[in-house]
């Protein structure tokens, strides 16, 4: 399965604004803490390759989190973010850390953000605020690769939807963002 998703910068105010006015449906508010690994084998940034953990707990902060682990493939397109993306639940974050560990891994960045979901139009709406990088609004669906081309418009059509540019797309990724401002 393929994560087909279109990034760009843009004050959250507007979109929640149209999103409002377009009858999307608000799904909830989280906080993502995303740590990523270099792998001993490989460059992933020469691969476009990412492994990361990531901690996610709801927006309420009760203190209940839930832990993945997600390998995302090299981009397969130059018109969107689409990549591979492999994810599964792992019961103890800090035990997995420790397995990657043993086998050479190690942390290469930490990307912490807040996330609000919103569906509209069989997409997923997120608005992202980053630590250190500021507002970002994401529309993403998952297909399957006969899908990707038809899926990637119709994100662009929901961008528009919003109010928003398709051609100020960013296909660099949270932690690329924050890589290249550290510079």
Known sequence: MYEVELKVRASHDAVRERLDALGAEYVGSVTQVDTYYDAPHRDFAATDEALRIRLESDGIGDGESTARVTYKGPLIEDASKTREEIETGVADADRFDD????????????????????????????????????????????APESAVDAVREGAIDRLRDLGLDPDEQIRTSYLGLLLDSSE
Do not use: M, N
């Open 99 to 142: 397995v990657l560990d043993a086998l050479g891994f190690s942390p290469a960045a930490v990307v912490e953000k807040e996330r609000e979901r919103y569906a509209l139009g069989g997409y997923t709406v997120t608005l992202d605020t980053v630590s250190d990088l500021g507002e970002f609004v994401e529309i993403e669906r998952e």
